[in-house]
């Protein structure tokens, strides 16, 4: 059964930072693209960031470039979120996402960033 284990959220001040895990099971973490998504009160869902596992390629949301980085631990079946200079809209639940067959969800982890 894949499984994906998000942690890792909190409460921190303007300006800090948190790491996100998204921690992996059920499938072969070989061959894969792992996306962060986060949903703000209110609004929908937002693309992040993402990470191949094929060619180590990333993605960034321009809302978080250059704050935010992506990266894995393969032997862990963990890919994170490094979060800093955290503003106040990058409030919101954390989930992380894979499509293999089908689309796979993480449970979410809630970040909230105080001004």
């Known amino acids: 059964e894949v499984q994906l284990q998000a942690s890792g959220g909190g409460l921190v001040q303007a300006g800090g930072s948190l790491r996100l895990s998204c921690e992996a099971s059920g499938f072969t973490f070989d061959h894969y693209t792992i996306t962060w998504f986060r949903q703000a009160p209110g609004r929908g869902h937002e693309g992040v960031s993402c990470?191949?596992?094929?060619?180590?390629?990333?993605y960034y949301a321009d809302s978080v470039k250059g704050r935010f980085t992506i990266s894995s631990d393969n032997a862990k079946r963990t890919v994170f979120l490094q979060m800093n200079s955290l503003k106040s809209e990058d409030t919101a639940v954390y989930y992380c996402?894979?499509?293999?067959?089908?689309?796979?969800w993480g449970q979410g982890t809630l970040v909230t960033v105080s001004s």
């Open positions: 990470l191949s596992s094929t060619d180590g390629s990333t």
């Open positions: 996402y894979v499509n293999l067959t089908r689309a796979y």
